[in-house]
């Protein structure tokens, strides 16, 4: 098993930045992909970016390219999700998700570990 806890949410401004992170402890880090999904009020969980096991391939939902960047320290244990130019849409709690499946996924409903959640809100 692998437990996860994020930081980093708050209130920012649109426009502006937040960091977040999201530390694992348990299990051997390295052996999971890794994700942040969101999830505003009254909807599903959204994919927002994934990152293999080892940290070379990424990918990110259409909604945040370019403005998120999702980043991995195995000897840390850490996962991180840089988030800048934010936008009001951007406004969710944000999780942080760990599979041991090799194929990368952008399906929440794969993710077999994930964090409390964090809430980010961005006001215009």
């Known amino acids: 098993q692998v437990q996860l806890v994020e930081s980093g949410g708050g209130l920012v401004q649109a426009g502006g930045s937040l960091r977040l992170s999201c530390a694992a402890s348990?299990?051997?880090?390295?052996?999971?992909?890794m994700a942040w999904f969101r999830q505003a009020p009254g909807k599903e969980h959204a994919f927002v970016a994934r990152?293999?096991?080892?940290?070379?391939?990424?990918r990110y939902a259409d909604s945040v390219k370019g403005r998120f960047t999702i980043s991995r320290d195995n000897a840390k244990s850490t996962v991180d999700l840089q988030m800048n130019s934010l936008k009001p849409e951007d406004t969710a709690v944000y999780y942080c998700?760990?599979?041991?499946?090799?194929?990368?996924?952008?399906?929440?409903?794969?993710?077999?570990?994930w964090g409390q959640g964090i809430q980010v809100t961005v006001s215009s």
């Open positions: 348990g299990r051997t880090f390295s052996d999971y992909a």
């Open positions: 990152i293999s096991r080892g940290g070379s391939s990424t």
């Open positions: 998700a760990a599979r041991t499946g090799v194929v990368p996924s952008t399906d929440w409903r794969t993710y077999d570990y």
